[in-house]
């Protein structure tokens, strides 16, 4: 990890704090306009589907790192990447879960990381803010602490643990959960936890990292899926990793856990 000093921490979590701001802008202004949001589809023989609010909150938040801090790279769904100088690197999700902001739930979210900028794309994330617009609460995790900002005011975020698998409560987005072995796996999986739950997108880490749940599995996940959850979840005491156990940073298989424990039950369910 880059040695940063206090006064560029600060600077740079004020930063992801203003990038969250403009992005809650750009998204709210085009959330539940009466009769629904059209959308493009980017996904040939699938539905993987891209609004204006997608590209243009991504743009706004572009714009802000071009004028504060022109020296870093960009990592973005939607405007790929930016090479930078200064070996940090943002990596943005403008709307994480664009098929629940079409359908108007407030489970779609903001995630803006920040990581060091490695030749063949963004390191292991010290930083990263979970936000969700609509319901206004913003999960902030890294450089030594997590926190939630919500309509409850704020608080330190914190894992719960003490969990065997016969009592977690696990999360996923789609049921098929990637390829037919992943699908498999997690299926294993799920007949030995009390509650399985679907469709929350990054939602469900925010949950993870707030202690309401204990596990989130996913496949086929890209960087900017993931890089912003891995930061709140391990500020908040968890652990994220691929099902191997090895660095989810890149996305693919990921597994998010609130102890050492069920992490290493769900593992060993995972690998059969």
């Not at 969250?20 to 539940?32: G, I, K, M, P, V």
């Not at 071009?66 to 790279?73: I, W």
């Not at 696990?170 to 679907?198: C, I, K, M, N």
Request: charge should be negative; proline fraction near 6%.
């Amino acid at each position: 990890m880059l040695d940063l000093d206090t006064d560029t921490r600060a600077a740079l979590a004020a930063l992801a704090n203003d990038l969250a701001d403009c992005a809650r802008r750009e998204t709210l202004a085009q959330f539940r306009p009466v009769g629904g949001i059209g959308a493009d589809n980017k996904l040939e023989g699938g539905f993987d589907p891209v609004t204006e609010a997608d590209r243009s909150a991504e743009a706004a938040m572009r714009a802000l790192i071009a004028e504060r801090r022109p020296q870093d790279g960009i990592y973005g769904e939607e405007h790929g990447v930016t090479r930078g100088e200064s070996g940090l690197t943002w990596v943005l999700d403008p709307i994480d879960g664009t098929r629940g902001y079409l359908s108007g739930t407030p489970t779609w979210g903001v995630l803006i990381a920040l990581c060091a900028e490695e030749a063949d794309g963004p390191g292991a994330p010290m930083m990263g803010v979970i936000d969700q617009p609509y319901i206004g609460e913003r999960f902030t995790g890294g450089f030594g602490r997590a926190t939630l900002e919500g309509p409850h005011g704020g608080r330190d975020l914190g894992v719960r643990s003490g969990r065997g698998l016969d009592s977690a409560t696990l999360f996923t987005t789609f049921p098929e959960v990637g390829t037919p072995d992943e699908g498999a796996a997690f299926a294993r999986l799920s007949q030995q936890v009390r509650l399985t739950r679907y469709g929350m997108d990054c939602y469900a880490y925010a949950l993870l990292a707030a202690g309401q749940i204990d596990l989130v599995v996913e496949a086929g996940l890209q960087p900017y899926d993931v890089a912003a959850p891995i930061a709140v979840i391990e500020a908040a005491g968890g652990l994220v990793t691929n099902w191997q156990g090895g660095p989810a940073h890149r996305g693919g298989q990921v597994l998010a856990a609130a102890s050492p424990e069920i992490h290493a039950a769900a593992l060993d369910v995972l690998n059969g």
